[in-house]
């Protein structure tokens, strides 16, 4: 990945304005009408918009990229991973303490309500879990 010569206060300030950018009305509204979360497609036109957002920070900053530039979040974690402070920034878009909340086998888990996504019809996840004998497998997704 080629250098672009940024340091830590530059970056800091670039992630700082794209994360205004990415919680923005405009943003959201534009999350709203271009995707889709019923298409196959939507993780792609989520990628899409974050690449927009991206290139307009960067051009904001006058930052001219090559054309394999993979994205400001990517060059900052390779370039800054051992910066606590550039990283303490990436915090809003990272999982820091994955495992904090991890269920553990033969553990309980919360009855949460499902929504299905074409008849908004409610669920509680206990009542999709009919082999109570067998595991339970939870695959999940999420486009934020």
Known sequence: ?????????????????????????????????????????VLVNLQK??????????????????????????????????????????RYRRFTELGKDVLTIGGTYPDVELVSVETHDKYLLSSLHLHKERPLLIVTSSAS
């Open 1 to 41: 990945m080629e250098d672009l010569g940024w340091d830590a206060e530059f970056a800091i300030k670039i992630l700082r304005r794209q994360k205004e950018l990415m919680y923005a009305s405009e943003t959201m509204k534009s999350f709203k009408g271009r995707l889709d979360f019923k298409e196959s497609d």
């Open 49 to 90: 918009i974050k690449g927009e957002i991206d290139y307009q920070v960067l051009d904001e900053f006058g930052v001219k990229v090559p054309s394999d530039f993979p994205g400001i979040l990517a060059y900052v974690d390779a370039k800054f991973s051992k910066n606590q402070e550039v990283m303490e920034e990436l």
